[in-house]
T-cell receptor
Framework: RKEVEQDPGPFNVPEGATVAFNCTYS??????FFWYRQDCRKEPKLLMS???SGNEDGRFTAQLNRASQYISLLIRDSKLSDSATYLC????????????FGSGTQLTVLP | EPEVTQTPSHQVTQMGQEVILRCVPI?????FYWYRQILGQKVEFLVS????????KSEIFDDQFSVERPDGSNFTLKIRSTKLEDSAMYFC?????????????FGNGTRLTVT
């Protein structure tokens, strides 16, 4: 089983749509969870951290289910600028905060 | 907003040559990292560095790789004898603390092409 698994997509959605991405992780000892976005051939950029109680940042909502080892990201009212690859990122417990990246889910928002 | 800077943006080298990739982390950060991303694949952890020593490294980070913080600002990744499969985007990252939810800041990467 892959350490962090995501549906690669692509997801092609019209502007204004709501889209949801899912992610599962294999290491039950994982402590920290993040969503990053990556534009083509650019560096990963932190979108949001994911907290146990779920959290929201504007149009973005992240959820964590530790029992199922499952993370989700919901994007409401999608914009053209949301087109990117969304990376599910997990950090195991331990000393160096090594990040384990999923392969990413590609999103294209269409006009 | 302060940022992590990497040079060069693109490095082309011949197989067997040594390369040094350079990074200037954000000035008050204490934790430094190298990641790589082969084209079309996921971002992979290479090494973390704190207090002038390696904290953790992955199985990718073999004897051909080394890291150094030669002065107060630069953080370098050296590949001693490059192989074709070292061709990838190399990202430097830095962080303020080991805190579980403090984010890493990534540089814009160096594209390494080994011919």
């Amino acid at each position: 089983r892959k350490e962090v698994e995501q549906d690669p997509g692509p997801f092609n959605v019209p502007e204004g749509a709501t889209v949801a991405f899912n992610c599962t992780y294999s290491n039950s000892a994982s402590q920290s969870f993040f969503w990053y976005r990556q534009d083509c051939r650019k560096e990963p950029k932190l979108l949001m951290s994911v907290y146990s109680s779920g959290n929201e940042d504007g149009r973005f909502t992240a959820q964590l289910n530790r029992a199922s080892q499952y993370i989700s990201l919901l994007i409401r009212d999608s914009k053209l600028s949301d087109s990117a690859t969304y990376l599910c990122v997990v950090s195991p417990s331990g000393s160096a905060r090594q990040l384990t990246f999923g392969s990413g889910t590609q999103l294209t928002v269409l006009p | 907003e302060p940022e992590v800077t990497q040079t060069p943006s693109h490095q082309v080298t011949q197989m067997g040559q040594e390369v040094i990739l350079r990074c200037v982390p954000i000035s008050n950060h204490l934790y430094f990292y190298w990641y790589r991303q082969i084209l079309g694949q996921k971002v992979e952890f290479l090494v973390s560095f704190y207090n002038n020593e390696i904290s953790e490294k992955s199985e990718i980070f073999d004897d051909q790789f080394s890291v150094e913080r030669p002065d107060g600002s630069n953080f370098t990744l050296k590949i001693r004898s490059t192989k074709l499969e070292d061709s990838a985007m190399y990202f430097c990252a830095s962080g303020t603390s080991r805190g579980l939810n403090s984010p890493l800041h990534f540089g814009n990467g160096t594209r390494l092409t080994v011919t």
